[in-house]
């Protein structure tokens, strides 16, 4: 059972467009909500996360819009540049649990010049 | 911020031999660190939740006795994987939750990526 669920698998944008990443969870226990940026042969590296009780979180180039009720949550890229061609992961755990990330299985994206 | 170290960064080794991989967390003590382990161009899959001073808890389908996790620290883990076959080549990602008791930011190691001939 995937508990993470991760679209698109690849993505192409063009320099200075919107690059947007899908995530659906089953669990409802789920209550951290972060997103992981990795490059090849690199460890993930955090980008931004949210938790249930905010629908939008913004940092800088980077947004998390989360609904409760749908079980999604998204990542936007603005202006997406070709330094973010990277691999995207989505995750989610219970945090007041302290149990582990679950991952979505991840959204190549390019980004071209 | 706070930094999750693994060594080796890359090993390679013969068929049958074991090999140790470590991870430290340098400038905070984790008392609770999860082992992944992610195949090309896959996500990462949790493989076990490793504990300070007690046994890990291996997720379904992990051979415990394959690969095998001590966390004798509140700084250090290890993952053996003994008796190494080409099936068990992978990139092993160890992540450590920072202070702040169960619910401290999780931070992840950069990788040792293990190639068996």
């Known amino acids: 059972q995937q508990q993470v669920k991760q679209s698109p698998q690849s993505l192409i944008v063009q320099k200075g467009g919107i690059s947007i990443i899908n995530c659906a969870y089953e669990n409802t226990a789920f209550d951290y909500f972060p997103w992981y940026q990795q490059f090849p042969g690199k460890g993930p590296a955090l980008l931004i996360a949210?938790?249930?009780?905010?629908s939008e979180k913004k940092e800088g180039r980077f947004t998390i819009s989360f609904n409760k009720s749908a079980k999604q949550f998204s990542l936007h890229i603005m202006d997406s540049q070709p330094g973010d061609s990277a691999t995207y992961f989505c995750?989610?755990?219970?945090?007041?649990?302290?149990?582990?990330?679950?991952f979505g299985k991840g959204t190549t994206l390019s980004v071209s010049s | 911020g706070a930094v999750v170290s693994q060594h080796p960064s890359w090993v390679i080794c013969k068929s049958g031999t074991s090999v140790k991989i470590e991870c430290r967390s340098l400038?905070?003590?984790?008392?609770?660190m999860f082992w992944y382990r992610q195949f090309p161009k896959q996500s990462l899959m949790l493989m076990a939740t490793s504990n300070e001073g007690s046994k890990a808890t291996y997720e379904q389908g992990v051979e415990k006795d394959k690969f095998l996790i001590n966390h004798a620290s509140l700084t250090l883990s290890t993952l053996t994987v003994t008796s190494a076959h080409p099936e068990d080549s992978s990139f092993y990602i160890c992540?450590?939750?920072?202070?702040?008791?169960?619910?401290?930011?999780?931070?992840f190691g950069e990788g040792s990526r293990l190639t068996v001939l």
């Open positions: 949210i938790r249930p009780d905010v």
């Open positions: 992540s450590a939750r920072g202070e702040g008791g169960i619910t401290g930011e999780l931070f």
């Open positions: 995750a989610a755990s219970n945090n007041r649990a302290g149990t582990a990330l679950i």
């Open positions: 400038d905070f003590q984790a008392t609770t």
